[in-house]
């Protein structure tokens, strides 16, 4: 079975400060995604990456960057986080699509991060 | 621990015809909710229904609702009137403590013209 590990389940921050949070992937999955799920408002799609060194913008990137430096790594970061930032983070990884159609997602458990 | 199970993978059905997705599920909780999301090609993932698992009455969103059987820890998605734009993978979600969440493996649901 596909594994999708995050590394933290909680976290409390400060407004300012720079966070991490890191997603792995055990299956050699090509993309990994970040999404943010807010009450109300479904899933929303932060960055997502198709290989090592790629990444492209989802719909709300604005306040984040990524960074795939290996293939099984996915890292977020709050360059500063703020308030409206506190949310349940979600990563993601499936195999690389060549039909029109997505690949099944498999979800890590997510992060709870909460910006004081 | 809980579960999330969705036995198919893969459906086709005509345009214009009612679709149901199944969804099981398994847990200890009482207190929990139920989501279908939609996740067309475009790759964002839509909030279709929600379902507290406190509530008796099946939620329904337009052609869309559900039939969530609570002692037989099932909530299906049907979906009526199918649309082309329907053709997407749905994923069943599962969320307790408010801040938990598990999907299930998806279901590919192809609408033909």
């Known amino acids: 079975d596909v594994k999708v590990t995050q590394s933290s389940r909680y976290l409390v921050k400060r407004t300012g400060e720079k966070v991490f949070l890191e997603c792995v992937q055990d299956?050699?999955?090509?993309?990994m995604f970040w999404y943010r799920q807010d009450p109300g408002l479904g899933l929303r799609l932060i960055y997502f990456?198709?290989?090592?060194?790629?990444?492209e913008k989802g719909d709300i990137p604005e306040g984040y960057s990524v960074s795939r430096e290996k293939k099984e790594r996915f890292s977020l970061i709050l360059e500063s986080a703020s308030t409206n930032q506190t949310s349940m983070y979600l990563c993601?990884?499936?195999?690389?699509?060549?039909?029109?159609?997505?690949?099944?997602?498999?979800f890590g458990p997510g992060t709870r991060l909460l910006v004081l | 621990a809980q579960t999330v199970t969705q036995s198919q993978p893969e459906m086709s059905v005509q345009e214009a015809e009612t679709v149901t997705l199944s969804c099981t599920y398994d847990?200890?909780?009482?207190?929990?909710?139920l989501f279908w999301y939609k996740q067309p090609p475009s790759r964002q993932m839509i909030l279709v229904i929600r379902?507290?698992?406190?509530?008796?009455q099946n939620a329904t969103e337009n052609r869309f609702s559900v039939n969530f059987q609570k002692a037989a820890k099932s909530f299906s998605l049907k979906i009526s009137d199918s649309q082309l734009g329907d053709t997407a993978m749905y994923f069943c979600?599962?969320?307790?403590?408010?801040?938990?969440?598990?999907f299930g493996k998806g279901t590919r649901l192809h609408i033909l013209p």
């Open positions: 979600a599962f969320m307790w403590d408010n801040d938990k969440i598990i």
């Open positions: 847990t200890s909780e009482n207190n929990y909710y």
């Open positions: 993601a990884s499936s195999l690389l699509s060549y039909s029109r159609y997505q690949e099944t997602q498999y």
């Open positions: 299956m050699d999955h090509e993309n």
């Open positions: 379902q507290e698992a406190y509530k008796q």
């Open positions: 990456s198709y290989d090592v060194k790629m990444k």
